[in-house]
């Protein structure tokens, strides 16, 4: 039964795993992101789960793959230092193909760094973060709704292509609170054909990411190169919102695409000609998109809330066709709609009087 609530970004999460039939969740407390393991130590037994605080993210992250390889929906949720320490665990999942969900409401770095938002974790997410070569799949949500959705997203794909997804947030999303309009939970599915049983009444099955006979880890490595590949295929997720003859078009993600939009709104009505690309899922990334736009448009403004992470692959996707420039915000600073209308108006009045010159 559908039901509309007002709840909080983090809690709206825990909620949309339950519903989409997460039964498992080890981890080990941090802030910013406390709320999720604070809802689901209640929820999940209530709904014949397990919940288990663990004595380290180290710890953590094996019990999620322990629990993985027989086939249930496990999930653990941490900040920066806590993913970091989750990674040597997060190649070995991915190498064993395994799925689970990760989630990472961020906080202000390097180091201990602090509570504050941040996406300077954009490139740990998209990059693996571990050893070896592994991807993971990565959503980035922008509003209470999509935490809750997405969580649901998250475990679909992560068993569609038996591979960890994370989920990547920050402070401000865990901590907001929106109107939520929650969904029917999902009937639990049968465990899937490759999951861990016990061997007594049929052929024993192998999860490993140990490969040493000749050629055996090349094979394998091939094997997660091209599942991947089919992945940039099918599964892009983004927004885009970019009307005829763009001058400017904005790229940024998660918390920081909300103040861009107001940024973008405002100086439409002011008679520029500004869109936005707000991706969804960071890897894969929405190269096509950005690459039309900036043939298009000519000029594109990334804005991050960290030095410069997503613009590298903005530029990538754009292959040299028009000019890339980067606003960041990094160490905790929230950007204003004011600061971005600023920098929106410097770029074209710039481009304006270099027309004009020549």
């Not at 080990?28 to 209640?42: C, F, G, M, V």
Request: glycine fraction near 10%; hydrophobic fraction near 40%.
């Amino acid at each position: 039964m559908r039901e509309k609530i007002l709840a909080k970004g983090s809690v709206a999460l825990a909620m949309g795993a339950v519903d989409a039939g997460c039964r498992c969740y080890f981890g080990y407390p941090i802030t910013p992101q406390n709320d999720i393991p604070e809802y689901l130590s209640a929820a999940l037994p209530k709904a014949g789960g397990t919940f288990i605080q663990a004595e380290s993210e180290l710890a953590a992250i094996n019990m999620v793959l322990g629990a993985a390889a027989v086939g249930a929906r496990a999930m653990t949720s941490s900040s920066g230092p806590g993913i970091s320490l989750m990674q040597e665990g997060l190649s070995y999942m991915a190498g064993s193909e395994l799925p689970a969900v990760v989630v990472n409401i961020t906080r202000s770095g390097p180091g201990l760094g602090g509570i504050a938002p941040t996406q300077g974790d954009y490139k740990q997410a998209t990059r693996g973060g571990g050893h070896g070569d592994y991807r993971l799949l990565v959503l980035a949500p922008s509003s209470v709704q999509e935490m809750y959705d997405l969580a649901g997203a998250a475990f679909a794909l992560a068993f569609r292509y038996r591979n960890p997804v994370m989920i990547l947030g920050d402070a401000i999303l865990g901590q907001m609170k929106e109107p939520l309009l929650t969904g029917a939970t999902l009937p639990l599915p049968d465990p899937p054909a490759w999951a861990l049983s016990g061997a007594r009444l049929r052929q024993p099955r192998l999860i490993k990411s140990l490969y040493l006979q000749e050629g055996e880890m090349t094979a394998h490595n091939w094997k997660l190169y091209n599942k991947y590949e089919a992945v940039k295929r099918q599964e892009v997720r983004v927004e885009v919102d970019c009307p005829p003859r763009c001058t400017l078009v904005l790229v940024a993600y998660g918390s920081c695409s909300r103040i861009v939009r107001t940024a973008v709104e405002r100086s439409r009505r002011r008679g520029f000609a500004v869109g936005l690309i707000r991706p969804i899922t960071l890897f894969p990334f929405p190269e096509a998109e950005i690459q039309r736009a900036a043939a298009a448009a000519k000029r594109l403004l990334v804005v991050e809330m960290n030095t410069g992470q997503m613009v590298d692959d903005v530029r990538l996707a754009c292959a040299g066709t028009g000019a890339v420039y980067f606003k960041g915000y990094p160490g905790g600073e929230v950007p204003t709609p004011e600061q971005i209308e600023q920098e929106i108006e410097r770029i074209i009045k710039a481009e304006e009087l270099r027309r004009w010159r020549n």
